[in-house]
């Protein structure tokens, strides 16, 4: 019987060897092209969602509601899909395409764990807080009981970081 894994595995590089094989004569023999392309893609798969999702929302008023929730997910794994082929693109190795899905799930979740059981303490997480978060809470968008809100103290603990750390852009203009 064939596992789970093991047809994905199969799917994901028959569709990587079907895309490098049918690609526009205009991409042959242009590797960072196809690179590029890969990685494109996954952006325009994201729109698709993101139009789905206006749809069903009513959220432009010129065109109404549309469609339902279905197509939104349908679209989610558009993106989900297209993302693992342009890994498999790199790799070319489906075995290796799924053990990056897997390490990243983990470490999302080892992140997330680490985050919650810092909070539990009474403590900020000391990695990888997002900086529009700490931005936020220090500025005091989201005062209250919200379990991420962080004590007076901290915030101008993580505000004079903040401003440490922050390295604004050169635009090239005068300032």
Sequence with gaps: MI???DEMAEL????????DSNVAELYKGQPLAQDWARIAKVIEETGEVIDAYIGVTG????KGEYGDMGHVLSELCDVALTGLYAIQHFTKDAESTLGQLHARALHHRQR?????????D???????????HI???AHGFWEGEQPHQPRQDQREEIMTKVAEDWDPPDF???G
Excluded at 12 to 19: E, F, G, Y
Aim: charged share 30%.
């Design 12 to 19: 994901i590089d028959w569709m990587d060897t079907d895309l």
């Design 59 to 62: 959220q432009n008023p010129r």
């Design 122 to 132: 009474g403590e900020l997480p000391e990695e990888e807080t997002p900086l529009i």
């Design 3 to 5: 596992t789970f894994h």
């Design 135 to 137: 931005h936020m809470n």
């Design 112 to 120: 997330r764990e680490a985050q919650i059981d810092a909070l539990d």
């Design 172 to 174: 090239g203009g005068e």
